[in-house]
């Protein structure tokens, strides 16, 4: 692990250059970003916990509260979960997208089109999936006062959402750090 002038540790190998450095502290997700991926995470994860919700307990209304429940608590533990990643490489590096060849001192300073691994974001979503599932299953209880349908509402939440998470993860990685700033300051 090579130490950085500034105090800033990198898994790099020692023969990478101080832009290469340089690089990898920009490669964190912006609180902005974070905030935008929950929203849109949420939407996604309140559409599918309405609708498994509905299949168990066969209550419309119970299935809504639950999914409205699940906006307000998962979007704060989203957000969360976001920025700890943002902090944490494990290991990991986020790499140049396939096919770009800007070297220039605008791409090392940030600018260039970057993406997580499908590794980082594999783990990311086992990670979210954990705090999810428990927050599915005590909101699911609240409302229905039932241990065993707030477990099968909790189990069934995993199957489909790790894949939508994942897809969702992999979705993002396309978007290049700092596009979703710039499209904002229009």
């Not at 299953?137 to 477990?151: E, N």
């Not at 939508?164 to 700033?181: D, K, N, Q, S």
Request: proline residues 3%.
């Amino acid at each position: 692990m090579n130490q950085h002038p500034d105090n800033f540790q990198s898994d790099c190998h020692p023969s990478e250059t101080a832009e290469q450095l340089e690089l990898t502290q920009h490669l964190r997700d912006s609180q902005f970003r974070s905030v935008i991926k929950a929203v849109s995470w949420r939407v996604i994860g309140t559409i599918d916990t309405i609708v498994i919700s509905y299949l168990w307990t066969g209550m419309g209304a119970k299935a809504f509260a639950i999914g409205g429940s699940e906006v307000i608590t998962k979007v704060g533990l989203y957000y969360f979960h976001e920025r700890v990643w943002a902090s944490v490489p494990l290991g990991t590096v986020r790499r140049l997208n396939p096919g770009f060849e800007d070297r220039s001192e605008s791409a090392l300073n940030g600018d260039a089109p970057l993406r997580d691994s499908k590794l980082r974001s594999l783990i990311k979503a086992v990670s979210w999936r954990v705090v999810g599932t428990l927050d599915t299953i005590f909101v699911s209880y609240l409302w229905t006062g039932d241990t065993s349908k707030a477990l099968v509402i909790g189990g069934t939440d995993v199957l489909t959402k790790i894949v939508f998470y994942y897809l969702h993860e992999r979705a993002w990685a396309r978007i290049p750090l700092g596009t979703i700033r710039r499209i904002f300051k229009r």
